[in-house]
């Protein structure tokens, strides 16, 4: 990967769209990237309303749902570490995309914990993570101690 790029939905939903192109115009497509996608949902709401779904430049879909909370809290969702090893197992099977694009409703919270952990897993830094925004540290922790163990069973 290239790159990890960390959007809201609405941003998101606006970078995919740049890729799309009216059948037999390819030309007018604004982006050409392959990209792969982490599409972090609302289990309260059951989701946004749409999924991505895999395309000539959509390498990947992986949809999770869980809320954005750290700690158990009635009637919400908490991320769990299958969902962290569903995450490391799309990021190794997703590496020859340009892009990871990791969404969730704001782009602050959740999808920025694991922005900053798919950086760190592909071995960069990702302390601007920390410094611009608040990540969950629920969801980066729990995918730094099921990423830690998977290291050590190898």
Not at 9 to 37: C, I, K, N
Not at 42 to 50: A, C, E, K, L, V
């Amino acid at each position: 990967m290239k790159r990890v790029i960390v959007k809201s939905v609405y941003d998101t939903f606006e970078y995919v769209m740049d890729h799309y192109y009216p059948f037999g115009l390819e030309e007018y497509a604004q982006r050409r990237d392959s990209y792969a996608v982490i599409s972090i949902q609302d289990s309260h709401t059951g989701g946004f309303g749409f999924e991505f779904r895999e395309n000539q430049f959509c390498r990947g879909v992986l949809t999770l749902y869980f809320d954005d909370v750290i700690r158990k809290v009635e009637g919400a969702v908490l991320f769990t570490r299958e969902q962290a090893k569903e995450i490391i197992d799309f990021i190794r099977e997703n590496q020859q995309a340009d892009t990871l694009l990791i969404h969730c409703f704001g782009g602050q919270s959740r999808s920025l914990a694991v922005g900053a952990f798919a950086v760190k897993m592909l071995g960069e830094d990702n302390s601007r993570y920390f410094t611009q925004g608040n990540p969950n540290r629920h969801v980066y922790d729990t995918l730094i101690d099921r990423w830690n163990e998977e290291k050590s069973e190898e």
